[in-house]
Structure formats: structure tokens, C-alpha cells
Nanobody
Framework: QVRLVESGGGLVQAGGSLRLSCEAS?????MSWYRQAPGKERELVAA???????KYGDSMKGRATLSREDGKNAVGLQLSSLTPEDTAVYLC?????????WGQGTQVPVSS
């Protein structure tokens, strides 16, 4: 089992930036960020195999930067130039071998 704790969400104004963090209770083979807006499907923001390079989904390409947090089983997601359309719950799944584990998510409301 892997426990994931997401943090850093909160209300932000349009045009602003935010940094989200996701920490796992043990080492994982990959960590990612997805988001789900009300009434919409879940979509990939960014994913990274631990020790590898990140790849980005189309949803926030150019406005999201995924990085590993040194010394921890954790990744940070820097978001910039946010718009109200980025309002969503941001979720952090991690993989260990063939299993995927999901955190509870962190809310990011963006006001206009």
C-alpha cells in the first residue's frame, strides 16, 4: 500500500501561480498529476517515472512544470498563468509495479 498526501491547493486569482506537492509514504516507480473539473473527464497534467524526465498532457502544456523533491518520495507541480478553466480537483497517482494508488486530491479554484 502507498499513502499519498497532496497539498498546496487553494484559491488563486486568474493569471496567478501555484505550487502543488504530493508526497508518497514509500518509494514508487512513477508519480503523476491529473485533474478533474466538475462535469468533465479526468485528464493528465504531467507524469514522471522516478529518475526519469517528465511528460506533459495537452491540458496545461507550457504552464505546468513537474519536478522531483530532493530527499523525499515526492513531486512538486508548479502551475502558472492560471485561468478559471483550470479550476479542478488536482489528483496525484503513483505506481508501484503494476498497481496504481491515488490520493484524495487538492482543490484549485481559480477566480476571474
Amino acid at each position: 500500500q502507498v499513502r499519498l498526501v497532496e497539498s498546496g491547493g487553494g484559491l488563486v486569482q486568474a493569471g496567478g501561480s501555484l505550487r502543488l506537492s504530493c508526497e508518497a509514504s514509500r518509494s514508487t516507480s512513477s508519480m503523476s498529476w491529473y485533474r478533474q473539473a466538475p462535469g468533465k473527464e479526468r485528464e493528465l497534467v504531467a507524469a514522471m517515472p522516478m529518475g526519469g524526465t517528465p511528460k506533459y498532457g495537452d491540458s496545461m502544456k507550457g504552464r505546468a512544470t513537474l519536478s522531483r523533491e530532493d530527499g523525499k518520495n515526492a513531486v512538486g507541480l508548479q502551475l502558472s498563468s492560471l485561468t478559471p478553466e483550470d479550476t479542478a480537483v488536482y489528483l496525484c497517482p503513483a505506481r508501484v509495479l503494476f498497481s496504481a494508488y491515488w490520493g484524495q486530491g487538492t482543490q484549485v479554484p481559480v477566480s476571474s
